[in-house]
């Protein structure tokens, strides 16, 4: 379980195939202005892996302070497998102590969607689908914006980024209009609009019943001010190195398949 003032938590795809009829829609309410970075004299907590169950839903990752650690992406150009087998691979190959598989991509490899890599571009800006509706950045101080607000402008200023979806939280909310109905292993990425953060894995269940369950638990022992799914299903891949308190941890099943980037944890320099 996860410890108090900190993380409370212990341990335990293919291509797309989400359906494009979800409406990712906001919850309705005023905008609020978030900080990106870790506020001034803050103390950063060390990384630390788990699980918890809410509402029947295992999750299973690692929360870890903007201060000390930060996530970067592991792209592999020539489609999926061509370099990296599995997160655990991808994570070692940069001197990671966790990773989890990142965005969807087509049939053919390519990402569905804006993918940045150490500066490097793949994929294009994803307008429509419900699975680019939100994007994690980061060039310094990281973040998660919905698709809309951050502007295909605003993306190219990045660094690091990555666009999936749907938005699960948005302003401590469930996005309304998820589905329900279909049941998968999801990959989320959670932030608490400061400087806290968490990426994991959850055991099967719908969309909408995940969002509930992070809106409502405050899973990994603060308030989750935004999540993002990431792919899932067959994609699902989570890493954590026995350096992470509470690690070792691989939650990878042998039906999995081969994915194209992955995000990975690693200690700031």
């Known amino acids: ?36 970075s870790p506020p001034r004299f803050h103390q950063p907590e060390p990384a630390r892996a788990g699980s918890v169950e809410i509402s029947g839903i295992v999750f299973e990752g690692v929360g870890f302070d903007a201060g000390s650690h930060r996530l970067v992406v592991v792209d592999q150009a ?24 990142g965005g969807f991509f087509t049939p053919e490899g390519a990402p569905l969607g804006l993918v940045i890599a150490a ?26 914006s919905r698709r809309e607000k951050l502007g295909r402008t605003g ?3 990045h660094r690091e980024l990555l666009q999936a979806g749907p938005m ?6 469930a996005v309304s209009g998820l589905d329900g109905l279909k049941t998968s292993a999801r990959t989320v990425i959670l932030w608490d ?6 990426i994991g894995r959850s055991t099967p269940a719908s969309l909408a019943r995940i969002a509930e369950a992070l809106a409502g638990g405050k899973m990994p022992g603060w308030p989750v001010r935004h999540a993002l799914n990431l792919d ?26 081969p994915v194209r980037n992955f995000l990975v944890l690693v200690p700031r320099g």
Do not use: K, Y
């Open 78 to 101: 020539d489609g999926p497998g061509s370099v990296f087998a599995d997160a655990a691979a991808a994570a070692r190959s940069v001197g990671g102590i966790a990773a989890v598989n």
């Open 1 to 36: 379980m996860w410890l108090a003032g900190g993380l409370v938590m212990f341990a335990a795809c293919a291509p797309v195939r989400e359906p494009e009829a979800m409406r990712d829609t906001a919850p309705v309410e005023s905008p609020q202005v978030l900080p990106e």
């Open 119 to 144: 500066g490097r571009r793949s994929g294009a800006w994803n307008s429509a689908s419900s699975l680019g509706g939100g994007v994690w950045h980061d060039s310094g101080a990281g973040g998660i």
């Open 232 to 257: 899932g299903g067959r994609s699902a891949d989570l890493w954590i190195s026995a350096e992470v308190p509470g690690g070792p941890l691989t939650r990878r099943p042998a039906w999995n398949r």
């Open 193 to 198: 609009g400061g400087s806290r953060w968490w």
């Open 155 to 157: 993306a190219s200023g």
């Open 168 to 173: 699960l939280v948005e302003n401590d909310r």
